[in-house]
């Protein structure tokens, strides 16, 4: 069974950055997908992005393009999440996700275990 453990999340001013991490284990990483998702309180879990296994697709939510980069290290089972230029409407708790397959499709359909998430707060 896989385990997922996020970190990184915090606090930061508007315009500011930071790198999520999301440390994997008990699966053979490298065959995967990965994904990262964020959920405001009271709304559903939103797709971020996602990368393939061997790292060399990727896709993101429109609102993030051009702000956001995932990314992978298949010898240290982690994927992250370099957030740059945040706005306050970043703010939720993020969540790193394994797909079944080596491929992801930009929604959640597919991802199959969840990391208990890390909060990003961006103030104005």
């Known amino acids: 069974q896989v385990q997922l453990v996020e970190s990184g999340g915090g606090l930061v001013q508007a315009g500011g950055s930071l790198r999520l991490s999301c440390a994997a284990s008990g699966r053979t990483f490298s065959r995967y997908a990965m994904g990262w998702f964020r959920q405001v309180s009271g709304k559903e879990r939103e797709f971020v992005a996602d990368?393939?296994?061997?790292?060399?697709?990727?896709g993101y939510i429109n609102s993030v393009k051009g702000r956001f980069t995932i990314s992978r290290d298949n010898a240290k089972n982690t994927v992250y999440l370099q957030m740059n230029t945040l706005k306050p409407e970043d703010t939720a708790v993020y969540y790193c996700a394994t797909h079944r397959g080596p491929y992801a499709t930009g929604s959640i359909q597919g991802f199959v275990s969840w990391g208990q998430g890390t909060q990003v707060t961006v103030s104005s």
């Open positions: 990368i393939s296994a061997s790292g060399g697709t990727t």
